[in-house]
């Protein structure tokens, strides 16, 4: 079974640019899940999305925004870009999601984002 | 939000048995906890997941005490190909709650 994939893989944006970064699930999963990791803040949450939806979202600003299409794939958009949005983000999927039980998350090899 | 604080770092020898433990003081009722392994260049990689008391699988052990205020990731006989950071994550049954730990960068040495 192919895992999570995401694409690009690395990307170099100036400030004030937006980007979109792709990711596409394991077959069956659900749901798609964004985190961003950064040396100085480690792991952080951004959103889930789940059936087309978004059921649950960290504490980011508005600039950070995502989408999940019909057949799974998420993508996630961050406009204008400042230089603190240079960090690795990282994509999972799981069936469910976290907040159903035990339900196991895979994460995808990252998309690591530099803006200069 | 549970707060949760790990070792920065450990040394190990190859075949030693690795505990590598994670605290989360205010862990709430319907908190679920899990670790992640990373390798550079790579995202988390799934290793156990529990509530409480004791799981265990193919690779690793998971020890939640009774409080579930702390909880412990056990690698048996570890190798050379067990370097990498390990990170916990708590998170609610919501899934709206979630957050790692500053994970622990685990060396072993031969």
């Known amino acids: 079974k192919a895992g999570v994939t995401q694409t690009p893989r690395y990307l170099i944006k100036t400030r004030g640019q937006q980007v979109t970064l792709s990711c596409s699930p394991i077959?069956?999963?659900?749901?798609v899940s964004w985190y961003q990791q950064t040396p100085g803040q480690g792991l952080q949450f951004l959103f889930e999305?789940?059936?087309?939806?978004?059921?649950n979202k960290g504490n980011f600003p508005g600039r950070f925004s995502g989408r999940q299409f019909s057949n799974s794939r998420s993508e996630m958009n961050v406009s204008t870009l400042e230089l603190g949005d240079s960090a690795l983000y990282l994509c999972?999927?799981?069936?469910?999601?976290?907040?159903?039980?035990?339900?196991?998350?895979?994460f995808g090899p990252g998309t690591r984002l530099t803006v200069l | 939000l549970a707060k949760t604080t790990q070792p920065i770092s450990m040394d190990s020898y190859e075949g030693q048995e690795v505990n590598i433990t994670c605290s989360h003081n205010?862990?709430?009722?319907?908190?679920?906890i899990t670790w992640y392994q990373q390798f550079p260049s790579q995202g988390p990689r799934f290793i156990i997941q529990?509530?409480?008391t004791k799981v265990t699988n193919e690779v690793a052990s998971l020890f939640i005490p009774a409080d579930r205020k702390s909880s412990t990731l056990s690698l048996p006989r570890v190798s050379l190909s067990d370097t990498a950071v390990y990170y916990c994550?708590?998170?609610?049954?919501?899934?709206?709650?979630?957050?790692f730990g500053g994970g622990t960068r685990l060396m072993v040495k031969p």
């Open positions: 999972a999927s799981s069936l469910e999601g976290l907040g159903q039980g035990l339900d196991t998350q895979y």
């Open positions: 077959s069956g999963h659900r749901s």
């Open positions: 999305y789940f059936s087309e939806t978004q059921r």
């Open positions: 205010n862990i709430a009722t319907n908190d679920y």
């Open positions: 529990g509530y409480k």
């Open positions: 994550l708590v998170h609610n049954n919501a899934g709206n709650m979630l957050t």
